[in-house]
């Protein structure tokens, strides 16, 4: 298993328990996303150039609505995709939407982000059968040699919002396979 492909059952699990509406889910930011122009502000440390290894620790799971089978299933699907890990490839010419996008296994569009120095925050969307599907916050630190990521994913449950949140640490390991 994929390190992220624990996070489609989570969605998978919780849009199920929602019905036919699943737009109830969206925020007035994801809404405001697709009307304006996004607020990109970039002066931050980029990753250098090579090959990165994940380690991924969950931090937070909560979701309104879900057994606690179920729970202990997305969990455990979960823990059992962070320790297969993942690695991805920094290119000279990448952008920071491509380096998140490859880093979460998803096609990430940035709707805020901020950087400055080696610290980072903002907010994107995503798009994946694998990786991480809605609407995901991240903050953190970033230098040319990894990062340290806070990566909070938000999914709609049948009883409200329910919340993913990750430590997602990648470190340089070589040059690109």
């Known amino acids: 298993m994929r390190l992220f492909q624990a996070l489609p059952l989570i ?3 919780a849009l199920a328990a929602c019905g036919d509406d699943v737009d109830e889910g969206l925020t007035d930011e994801e809404l405001a996303a697709e009307d304006v122009a996004p607020v990109i502000e ?3 440390a980029m990753p250098q150039p090579g090959q990165y290894d994940i380690r991924l620790q969950l931090n937070e ?3 309104p609505g879900m057994s606690e089978a179920a729970v202990a299933e ?3 699907e ?3 995709g962070a320790e297969e890990g993942h690695s991805f490839c920094v290119t000279e010419e990448m952008t920071r939407e491509r380096w998140l996008s490859e880093m979460t296994e998803s096609d990430c569009t940035l709707s805020r982000f901020v950087a400055d120095g080696n610290t980072l925050d903002g907010a994107m969307m995503c798009e994946s059968d694998i990786g991480l599907n809605g609407r995901v916050d991240i903050s953190g630190r970033t ?3 990894g ?3 806070r990566l909070t994913y938000t999914l709609p449950t049948a009883a409200g919002e329910g919340t993913v949140s990750m430590q ?3 470190e340089q390991a070589g040059d690109c396979e």
């Open 78 to 80: 979960f823990e059992a």
């Open 168 to 170: 997602v640490v990648a």
């Open 61 to 63: 799971f909560d979701a």
């Open 143 to 145: 230098a040319e040699g």
């Open 11 to 13: 969605a998978a699990v």
């Open 42 to 44: 970039d002066n931050g």
């Open 147 to 149: 990062s340290n990521l």
């Open 74 to 76: 997305a969990i455990s």
